[in-house]
């Protein structure tokens, strides 16, 4: 599995056998460069525009910058050389052999979870993302979620004094001591500290008490300092705070699936729940939120409700992050729990916080029955093509994985959301470019080019 992905992943290669327990090559120090100037030659592009692939070709890297791409055929040969006027060249610091390998843009994924803890490093986390070429990652908590440890953690990577792809935070938005976080002005002032901290983005679990005066005054704060705003949509929070809604009054994006059912409810306000249904439950949670997709009104769903997402993507610079991977063990959970990496890669930690455990967060597959599996793979159908009619109507739509939850693990998550992205396409209709499926949007609007292939980003 390694090996395939290895394959692709050129300027990850080295580091993905470090990670692995694999000897690196001689000579070949874990870490190096940015080198003044660096050339990998003979390799096979994939640039990310949606373009085909192409090759083979010398990539002329200058410090941390691509200077130049030339394709390796006779021709181009030829015209290097009258280039050059027959003079000699410097030769580079770095020559990577390419031949028979690819190289392409690293992968962004847009929805992380740094959840070390005294058994997990985070080393395992980051090498994990690294060997599957995901480059940046969007984190929402490194460890406790302390804001300011997280940009500290961000600013380390920046500098190169550790091995992480890098890292734009979001931390949650969380109430407890400070009465600032309840009320609009009280928010705007937190959201400016965030800022002067080095903060990227917030991130909200949201409530009904946040909405709408706290959230407008957080959304309004953060664009005003160009950060973005991921919320998660709670299902206690749902009505009336609903996807359009939350994507309206200035969310950038929208994490998972919750709240677009909702929005197209016509002939009730709420889901229909079961008479036992407990909330804090979380079998009975986890089992009902895919059962709303089986009440949405289809026909509102692919209208107004794809309309009104695409106007605040229009407005707001809304973009939709489903996570589609991390719900798969919903409906298969054998699957989720035999995938064939686990017994080489799932730190033995973290796959005992994956089973049965009611003091655990999200591991609730106690009497995981296969009627709860149908109705959660009916319920993924009706999601995927809906998510997929609004990609195909111009509506952005990333890759986050949510990845050490429910039996999926770093990096592989990634790989996964993007073959569900994949899976969701209907009608016959080809996949679009990758970008599409938000490899290489920059995910915070940072300058330095990173990223975007296609002109949009995301916040
Ligand atoms: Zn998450």
Request: charged residues 20%.
């Amino acid at each position: 599995m390694l090996k395939k992905l290895g394959v692709q992943l050129l300027l990850a290669w080295s580091l993905a056998w470090t990670a692995f327990g694999q000897t690196p090559q001689k000579n070949e120090p874990e870490q190096a460069g940015p080198y003044g100037s660096l050339v990998i030659r003979g390799v096979t592009i994939i640039d990310g525009s949606g373009a085909p692939a192409f090759g083979p070709a010398d990539v002329f890297v200058r410090g941390n910058r691509i200077a130049r791409v030339a394709l390796t055929d006779a021709i181009t040969r030829e015209e290097e050389k009258v280039e050059a006027g027959g003079g000699k060249r410097a030769a580079p610091d770095r020559v990577i052999d390419g031949k028979g390998m690819y190289v392409m843009p690293g992968i962004v994924d847009l929805h992380a979870h740094i959840n070390f803890n005294k058994d997990v490093p985070a080393e395992y986390i980051y090498k994990l993302y690294l060997g599957h070429g995901v480059t940046t990652i969007r984190a929402f908590n490194y460890g406790e979620g302390d804001p300011k440890r997280m940009v500290e953690e961000k600013k380390k990577i920046a500098a190169n004094q550790m091995i992480a792809p890098r890292m734009y935070v979001y931390p949650f938005w969380r109430g407890g001591a400070d009465p600032r976080y309840s009320n609009a002005e009280g928010a705007k002032q937190i959201v400016d500290e965030w800022h002067a901290l080095g903060v990227d983005g917030i991130k909200i679990l949201s409530k009904p008490g946040l909405w709408p005066d706290v959230f407008k005054a957080i959304a309004d704060e953060a664009r005003k300092n160009n950060m973005g705003v991921a919320v998660h949509i709670a299902q206690d929070g749902v009505y009336p705070m609903n996807a359009v809604r939350v994507a309206t009054d200035g969310a950038t994006t929208i994490e998972h699936h919750y709240g677009y059912s909702e929005s197209s409810f016509t002939n009730q306000t709420i889901q229909d729940l079961p008479a036992d249904y407990n909330y804090s439950n979380e079998a009975d949670r986890f089992l009902e939120t895919g059962r709303v997709w089986l009440q949405a009104d289809l026909g509102r769903l692919h209208g107004d409700v794809i309309n009104s997402l695409l106007d605040a993507m229009h407005s707001n610079g809304f973009v939709m992050d489903p996570t589609f991977s991390i719900y798969e063990a919903n409906r298969d959970v054998t699957r989720a729990v035999n995938l064939p990496w686990h017994s080489e890669y799932t730190h033995p930690a973290v796959m005992n916080s994956f089973l049965p455990n009611p003091s655990h967060h999200a591991s609730y597959f106690f009497e995981w029955t296969s009627n709860k599996e149908a109705d959660w793979a009916r319920a993924y159908r009706i999601w995927m093509d809906f998510v997929n009619d609004y990609k195909n109507q111009g509506g952005i739509v990333a890759v986050g994985s949510d990845s050490g939850f429910l039996f999926s693990i770093w990096g592989f998550g990634t790989i996964r959301e993007l073959e569900l992205g994949d899976d969701s396409r209907s009608n016959g209709k080809r996949r679009e470019g990758a970008a599409e499926s938000g490899v290489g949007i920059d995910p915070a609007g940072l300058p330095g080019g990173y990223g975007s292939t296609n002109g949009k980003s995301a916040r």
